[in-house]
């Protein structure tokens, strides 16, 4: 019903954090096509459809399993609460006395009183999972009200040096991780989603998103001076969602799942029309296999340090990823803010693979500590927390033959990986999604294996075809003009980079790409942007019009 699973045989599955060192190990193998910007906009989209209640993703939380120094707490043994990730005998985080990393299990139906008697839990999603911006409009009218700052349609921010900032946070030790013995004031952001400040570059999307809208706003404000408060705000959340969703299926989904892949599974189109593929029987809630496995495969992409890069492309300095996990003090010192911008753009992203850096396999929310958590562990535990399906299940699922032998899963999986499993699992049964559908070899021009690539795949189709809202729709009552749709369709993620840096002049048109041949660095200004004026209200114009000819007859005639 909830109990983690173990092997066919009975016994229990092997140590996650066995697996994470044995698959896993830390090589730094830099993409040579994509840059951090392509990583990191993975997560933004993640942190817009998914977060699974109870799980910590930013920091370590008041139930403790296993303590931060690593020694297993009173409540380890609660199966309902604990699951804490044990290290092995040899491993290195042994010999500073630690024999264990914090893992909360997620909470599911049964603890909100709302699972059924007879079946097995649900954890639940606690954002909407449609592809909505929620965490720069917040996942509730009321979050979204204290975002709001009821004038001109404007999201709150704070300004400091002349520029617009989220608003601080009351709840700084909740959120972040401030750095002690500070003079100056912690800086951490009170946003749409409770993660803004988790590491450095996530919290610029966040800025760079809460400035877009204010920019839209401005822009509507200025074309239609008599517009509420109320029709200027939802305008300008409608156009940032579609410029969101624009971004994220035909300028990210492409480089991960393939540009054909994506063209035929009907996830984008090539088309200057509206495409309305709404079905009201579709199901967009976020599946399980995708968010706690398929999903957090590029977590390998993770770099451990961030560069800080100039305009014109040079580095200026470096800082470690576990100096500045829940602190985003960074972001407002020195100009850095334009300077880590430029290198989302610039920094190449790790390669999509097997290989992990340890800043997030050694020394995850570390925060002065010298050993930190293991994402990689955590993911392959909050699989088993969750109850996934087997690899060998979610393989045939996708149309693979289900394996006998481990030999069999030689098909889709380099041998010398297929003997790592042998080594470690009992039975080809025991094969843990997370963890083989992360070695399967990619399809060319996708950065997954066959197994990922297929639960992605139908996710981003529920994404999208459950979406009532799909920018594309063309829906009469709710959707844009033809005209507008196309403008929308110009947008590009460099010119929103470009627009709310604070001095930002240059940018490649494609910032998930590196800079090359086709894709070269050029001025901000002609970057395509969304022209505002064809939301200049037009029937108050045709309205006026009509009116001062005295021709109140044609008016009613329009109207009909
Ligand atoms: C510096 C970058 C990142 C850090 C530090 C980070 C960290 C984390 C952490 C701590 C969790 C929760 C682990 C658990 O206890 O279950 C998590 C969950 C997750 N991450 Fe990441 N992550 C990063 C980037 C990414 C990227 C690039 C993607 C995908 C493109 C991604 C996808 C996910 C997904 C899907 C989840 C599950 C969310 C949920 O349903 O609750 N993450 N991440």
Redesign the pocket.
């Known amino acids: 019903m909830s109990a983690p699973p173990v092997s066919q045989n009975g016994e229990p599955l092997p140590l996650a954090r066995q697996v994470s060192s044995t698959i896993y190990p830390d090589l730094k193998l830099l993409d040579f096509k994509y840059t951090l910007a392509s990583?990191?906009y993975?997560?933004f989209?993640?942190h817009d459809i998914?977060?699974?209640a109870g799980?910590?993703?930013i920091k370590a939380r008041t139930t403790k399993c296993c303590s931060k120094s690593g020694q297993l707490q009173s409540d380890a043994d609660d199966r309902n609460r604990c699951l804490p990730i044990i290290l092995p005998k040899n491993d290195p985080q042994r010999k500073d006395n630690r024999e264990c990393i914090e893992?909360v299990r997620s909470r599911t139906d049964r603890d909100l009183g709302c699972g059924s008697n007879g079946k097995p839990v649900e954890q639940i999603?606690t954002v909407t999972s449609w592809l909505d911006l929620s965490l720069i409009y917040g996942n509730s009218e009321e979050l979204n009200h204290q975002l709001r700052e009821f004038k001109g349609g404007r999201i709150r921010v704070s300004k400091r040096d002349g520029k617009e900032w989220p608003p601080d946070t009351p709840n700084l030790s909740v959120l972040c991780d401030p750095e002690p013995g500070k003079k100056s004031p912690n800086v951490c952001y009170s946003t749409g989603d409770v993660r803004a400040n988790?590491?450095p570059q996530?919290a610029v999307f966040q800025v760079i998103w809460l400035r877009e809208h204010n920019k839209v706003v401005d822009g509507l404000a200025a074309q239609n001076p008599k517009w509420s408060d109320e029709k200027l705000f939802q305008e300008a959340r409608k156009i940032c969602i579609a410029e969101h969703q624009y971004i994220a299926y035909y300028e990210w989904l492409p480089i991960h799942l393939g540009a054909l892949n994506a063209y035929h599974k009907k996830l984008i189109y090539d088309t200057d029309q509206f495409v309305n593929d709404y079905r009201s029987d579709m199901n967009p809630n976020?599946i399980n296999e995708f968010?706690?496995a398929a999903?957090?495969y590029?977590?390998s992409?993770?770099a451990g340090h961030l560069d800080i890069i100039s305009s014109i492309r040079l580095t200026q300095g470096s800082l470690r990823?576990s100096d500045y996990?829940n602190n985003v003090d960074i972001l407002e010192e020195n100009g850095n803010f334009d300077g880590l911008t430029v290198s989302l753009a610039t920094q190449p992203q790790y390669n999509v693979d097997n290989f992990h850096d340890s800043e997030?396999t050694q020394f995850?929310f570390r925060h002065m500590m010298k050993f930190g958590g293991d994402?990689k562990s955590?993911?392959i535990q909050?699989s088993r927390d969750h109850g996934l399906a087997s690899y060998n299940d979610a393989r045939e699922l996708c149309g693979h033959k289900r394996a006998t032998t481990f030999l069999d899963f030689a098909d889709l999986i380099l041998l010398p990986l297929v003997l790592k499993l042998e080594i470690l699992y009992k039975s080809v049964d025991d094969v843990e999604l997370t963890v083989a559908g992360s070695i399967e070899n990619h399809i060319p021009g996708a950065l997954a294996g066959p197994t990922f690539l297929c639960i992605m795949a139908e996710q981003f189709t529920r994404t999208r075809v459950g979406d009532r809202f799909w920018f594309e729709n063309g829906d009469q009552g709710t959707g844009f003009t033809l005209d507008q749709l196309n403008s929308i369709r110009q947008v590009r993620l460099s010119r929103l980079l470009c627009d709310n840096g604070n001095d930002i002049k240059y940018m490649q048109p494609n910032v998930f790409k590196q800079i090359f041949i086709g894709n070269y660095l050029q001025n901000c200004d002609p970057l395509p942007s969304v022209d505002l004026s064809l939301w200049k209200d037009k029937t108050r114009l045709r309205h006026q019009k009509l009116n001062t000819k005295n021709e109140c007859d044609d008016l009613e005639f329009v109207k009909k």
Do not use: K, P
């Open positions: 990583m990191q993975g997560q989209i993640t998914s977060l699974a799980s910590s993703q893992f999603n988790q590491n996530l976020v968010t706690t999903l957090r590029f977590h992409a993770i990823l996990f997030v995850l994402l955590a993911d909050r």
